[in-house]
């Protein structure tokens, strides 16, 4: 199985891609000492094996798959190597769908408060701008205007996801921040993992000591609901009547 991590931007998405990898590694027994082998580097030519976290990324955005030869090479790790996740925030694509409707896929989608995103955005921004990130995301998001375009984008992503009928499953960012006992063991739930309590406390105190450590640039506060704290009550209503139907449509207030 492919596992697709994807998201909403500043959602959780990275947490969850990392809890889906070691979900992956732990359920492929040697699959970890398998991808050393030389053979696999003509298969995934220009595709970075992320051997830490038994991930698949590209240089290159190949997970958009822009050719058959590229979603053939991907089937071919799966089945010769075994599960592995690929981390996106694109669209479903044809070749994501084809995978995805043989069973060869399945997708966490995580999604969060855009009102929150966009306090996120801001924070990363200011980071990239302080060259903290490497790769300089979001460094035009400096205010509230310059983060709209962003974040209208993320939800058209996130909507365009939903029209899936069939394995994929939607992870509420509050939830991943409050609840993850919950939330690791409805992934492991759907990807169809059979793995102990211990086992799955394992893989989150793993990545708690990774923030604790602050490991991730992606990361920011995690905290749920600070726009409530953060934006004055004018700039409240602003942004509930900016994204009235979609905070309606997606669960919150």
């Known amino acids: 199985m492919i596992i697709i991590s994807n998201g909403q931007y500043k959602s959780g998405s990275t947490l969850i891609h990392n809890y889906n990898c070691l979900l992956a590694n732990n359920r492929n027994i040697n699959s970890l000492h398998r991808l050393f082998k030389d053979d ?3 298969v995934l030519d220009h595709i970075h094996i992320e051997f830490s976290l038994f991930s698949i990324r590209s240089f290159l955005k190949l997970y958009w798959f822009k050719n058959f030869f590229t979603l053939f090479k991907l ?16 669209r479903p694509t044809f070749f994501w769908l ?5 069973n060869l ?29 490497p790769v300089n995301a979001f460094i035009k998001c400096d205010n509230i205007e ?20 069939k394995n994929i499953l939607f992870l509420k960012y509050e939830e991943i921040m409050t609840n993850p006992n919950k939330i690791i063991n409805e992934i492991s739930s759907f990807l169809g993992y059979k793995m102990s309590a211990q086992d799955l406390q ?3 105190d793993i990545e708690n000591e990774k923030k604790n450590k602050g ?5 920011n506060s995690g905290k749920i609901n600070r726009y409530k704290s953060e934006f004055d009550i004018a700039t409240q209503n602003q ?11 997606m669960g919150y207030e």
């Open 215 to 219: 490991g991730s640039y992606n990361f």
């Open 146 to 165: 310059n983060t709209l375009s962003v974040v209208t984008s993320t939800i058209d992503t996130y909507k365009s996801w939903q029209k899936l009928d």
């Open 75 to 90: 089937i071919y790790a799966n089945f010769r190597y075994g599960d592995f996740a690929i981390k996106t925030h694109g």
């Open 239 to 249: 942004l509930y009547n900016f994204f009235k139907e979609d905070l309606n449509s």
């Open 40 to 42: 696999l580097i003509p």
């Open 202 to 204: 394992d893989i989150i």
């Open 105 to 133: 896929a399945r997708v966490t989608y995580t999604f969060r408060d855009p009102r929150d995103i966009i306090l996120s955005l801001i924070d990363h921004g200011e980071k990239s701008r302080k060259g903290l990130d």
């Open 98 to 102: 084809i995978l995805i409707k043989l």
